[in-house]
């Protein structure tokens, strides 16, 4: 259940960065798997993630499904899937997903596979930490771009008419083509590949799988920063211009919290300032806070559901914007708590 006031001060950030234009077409999301605290699809299209084996269940707060490197198919391994997702269409597709890298491989290791047998499309990362796109059970194709340890990155891998786009945090690493895709009927996404025994070594939260995607600057949600008292905020959707179901979600709210407050930026601050000089210990701000505080939200369940429409108009692409919640609590002297970062761009 989404709670909130119904006023047009809920759209009053959009209002800042820019005015409505023509309709364009919306992303079809058919599942979006937050893996902060469950393993649920927030969009209601799907069934809830599966594990195998032995991976590391979301713990709270927001550190994702971890996976231990270890094939599924031998002694000890481990696997995060999808379900089938029966309406995908892999000629019209995009899948975003944050991850980390515990560890480099000695020669190639899969991050998120469509289809684990067939193999029809894969990020995957090299011994030197470079990502490639593979499809069709074929040869990697690998970019010229690295990504560190032990941080998390958001990787979009779009695919449209037989081309290709791979975005990490928000910028084009790799373009090409792709030979129709054999699925098999096999449309899920999976940690593992089978090809070649390999399993993602790291975390992964936030897989998000659309249909209808648009080649050019991908929509991301990405984040950042660590939450104090338990919170945990994260992205409904997509921020894709024209998405009418966009929302923010805050849940483990204390239960001693009756209202709760949303805070957005023109900007990220990373690493957040420390909240310890006016008695929030153990908090941070993780935005510029230059576009204001909203609010008061209710809560349902532990959780607050903060709807923001986005207008179909062309000048937000590219655009981000910062937001964090806030909720009251007894664990601070201030007696309010804040939590993780969210920082979205919005695109097709």
Not at 276 to 295: E, R
Request: net charge negative; hydrophobic share 40%.
């Amino acid at each position: 259940m989404r709670s909130g006031p119904s006023s047009p001060a809920r759209l009053a950030p959009l209002a800042l960065l820019a005015a409505l234009a023509a309709p364009l077409a919306a992303q079809d999301v058919l599942a979006h798997y937050p893996l902060l605290t469950d393993l649920a699809d927030r969009s209601g299209n799907a069934g809830p993630a599966l594990l195998t084996g032995f991976p590391t269940p979301p713990p709270s707060p927001a550190d994702g499904v971890c996976l231990n490197g270890v094939y599924i198919g031998t002694n000890g391994g481990s696997d995060l899937s999808t379900p089938n997702l029966t309406a995908l269409d892999v000629d019209d597709f995009q899948v975003q997903f944050e991850f980390t890298l515990a560890s480099l491989p000695s020669n190639r290791r899969p991050i998120l596979v469509g289809g684990g047998s067939y193999r029809w499309a894969s990020v995957n990362v090299g011994s030197t930490g470079l990502l490639g796109v593979a499809h069709n059970n074929g040869a990697i194709a690998w970019s010229s771009t690295t990504v560190a340890l032990d941080q998390w990155h958001t990787a979009v891998l779009k695919h449209e008419a037989g081309s290709f786009e791979l975005y990490l945090d928000g910028v084009s690493i790799q373009q090409g083509t792709f030979a129709p895709l054999n699925t098999g009927g096999q449309l899920d996404f999976t940690s593992n590949n089978s090809g070649y025994g390999g399993n993602h070594h790291g975390c992964l939260r936030n897989v998000i799988v659309a249909n209808d995607t648009t080649l050019g600057a991908p929509a991301t949600a990405a984040s950042y920063g660590a939450s104090c008292d338990g919170l945990t905020f994260g992205a409904d959707g997509l921020p894709v211009i024209g998405n009418n179901d966009f929302a923010w979600r805050m849940s483990n709210v204390p239960a001693s919290s009756l209202v709760t407050l949303i805070a957005f930026g023109s900007s990220r601050v990373e690493p957040g300032l420390d909240l310890l000089p006016i008695g929030m210990g153990g908090c941070a701000s993780y935005t510029a806070f230059d576009l204001g505080l909203f609010g008061p939200w209710a809560i349902n369940n532990g959780e607050s559901v903060y709807p923001l429409a986005i207008p179909n108009d062309v000048n937000l692409v590219g655009v981000p914007l910062a937001a964090q919640g806030v909720a009251f609590t007894q664990a601070t002297t201030l007696g309010l708590a804040s939590s993780n970062g969210v920082q979205v761009v919005f695109g097709y």
